[in-house]
């Protein structure tokens, strides 16, 4: 008999949603649910991480398979709530559909996480096997909670895990890395009658941003990219069934490595000389095009404007390292078969371009490590307004969650 009625789960993903963690207050996410999990006798620990930031840590069992599930508490800001159709911190039902700011990313994947833990629980469905919940600070940002987690240990003796991000009918086994630049130009301000008697910051940063991103384009042109396949979920992507050679180059761009200018900030007023400019970068990393590479791009063309009378300086907001793994092992093939089962639809296996705190998690696991990231909600969804999940989508995976977690350690 189960524990949680379908009242209870949509309950529990309220109270999820009325906690404002934007891109903060976990700790009070943290709090909520290490007191649900010791109504059922599963200890659980709130570390905190940072100022109003924390993890939450929770396990159960004594032997091996050692079972990760993980999921993230922080949201990203709402936007202007008069924009909304409801409230975005009150979890709103219309249809089969579950309105509300962090419904899809990636609360109703954490609760259903914690629901399908307390059931095991309390049913004793798991004989063997250890399960331990990670849930985590800040992925939405620098991933400070998943970093907290690996550097501390308690990935060590993980032997497979779950991330319940929202993906729609696909199962993810690898995600391209992620680093963010920071290029910053120093210059003099001078009235804008008199350019010459100032140093103006932003051009030599837009050479910079043209030189950097040609010099990317012609490496990556170059490179000959095999280790992330998109192939088999290419329709994910706008991909079509029907369309062989259309999805070979689509493929074929997707599985590049990326670099991206998405700020450029100079100046405070129309009328004087700038002193001081900012770009900032996206860099969407592979195996062939990685992190160490891509940092090498930027340094080089750095080095480029010494003695050039410029004033420019690099800085690092995020290093995150593609994440693969193959796919062919008991986690992946229980999540597909039980997945398509309960949710009734053919399900894909592939990568995903985003990135998740298996870029923290995972190092030095392999590509042989036990992994998915499988969860409810589409992605398109996310960090949108209007945000939702399926009512049923929801409940359908706390029962694969259940499923897939009992079924592993059996086969283990």
């Known amino acids: 008999m189960s524990i949680f009625s379908n009242e209870d789960k949509i309950s529990l993903l309220k109270d999820l949603v009325a906690i404002k963690s934007v891109n903060g207050n976990e700790i009070e996410v943290a709090t909520y649910l290490k007191d649900v999990l010791n109504k059922h006798q599963i200890e659980a620990e709130v570390i905190e991480v940072d100022e109003g930031r924390a993890n939450l840590v929770a396990e159960f069992g004594s032997s091996s398979p050692l079972i990760g599930i993980s999921g993230h508490m922080d949201v990203v800001s709402e936007g202007d709530a008069a924009d909304w159709k409801y409230d975005p911190f009150v979890l709103t039902e219309e249809d089969d559909k579950l309105y509300g700011r962090g419904t899809a990313d990636m609360k109703a994947g954490l609760a259903a996480l914690v629901i399908a833990m307390i059931e095991i629980k309390e049913a004793e469905a798991l004989p063997q096997g250890t399960l331990r919940l990670l849930v985590t600070a800040g992925e939405e940002s620098t991933q400070l909670g998943s970093k907290y987690l690996r550097e501390n240990g308690y990935m060590d003796d993980v032997e497979a895990m779950i991330i319940a991000e929202p993906t729609g009918d696909v199962i993810n086994i690898a995600n391209k890395g992620s680093m963010n630049f920071k290029v910053t130009s120093r210059g003099k301000s001078a009235h804008s009658s008199m350019p010459k008697v100032g140093k103006n910051a932003i051009e030599p940063l837009m050479g910079f941003v ?82 160490e590479q891509m940092r090498d791009i930027f340094n080089q063309v750095l080095a480029e404007y010494e003695g050039t009378g410029a004033e420019l300086s690099l800085e690092m907001l995020l290093d995150l390292p593609p994440i693969i793994t193959t796919g062919d092992n008991l986690l992946a093939t229980l999540s597909k078969e039980i997945g398509e089962d309960k949710l009734g639809t053919d399900l894909l296996v592939g990568p995903t371009t985003g990135v998740t705190d298996a870029s923290n998690l995972l190092i030095d696991k392999g590509e042989d490590f036990h992994f998915v990231v499988f969860g409810p909600g589409q992605t398109s969804s996310a960090h949108q307004l209007d945000e939702y999940v399926s009512k049923e989508a929801y409940f359908n995976f706390v029962d694969i969650y259940i499923e897939l977690i009992t079924k592993y350690a059996e086969g283990k």
């Open 210 to 291: 043209e030189h950097v991103i040609g010099t990317f384009e012609s490496v990556n042109q170059e490179t000959d990219f095999s280790s992330f396949d998109f192939t088999p979920v290419i329709e994910n992507f706008g991909g079509s069934k029907d369309d062989t050679e259309g999805n070979k180059d689509l493929a074929d761009l997707l599985k590049r490595a990326v670099l991206t200018n998405t700020l450029f900030n100079g100046g405070s007023q129309i009328n004087s000389v700038p002193d001081k400019a900012e770009a900032y970068f996206n860099a969407r990393t592979v195996t062939e095009f990685d992190n």
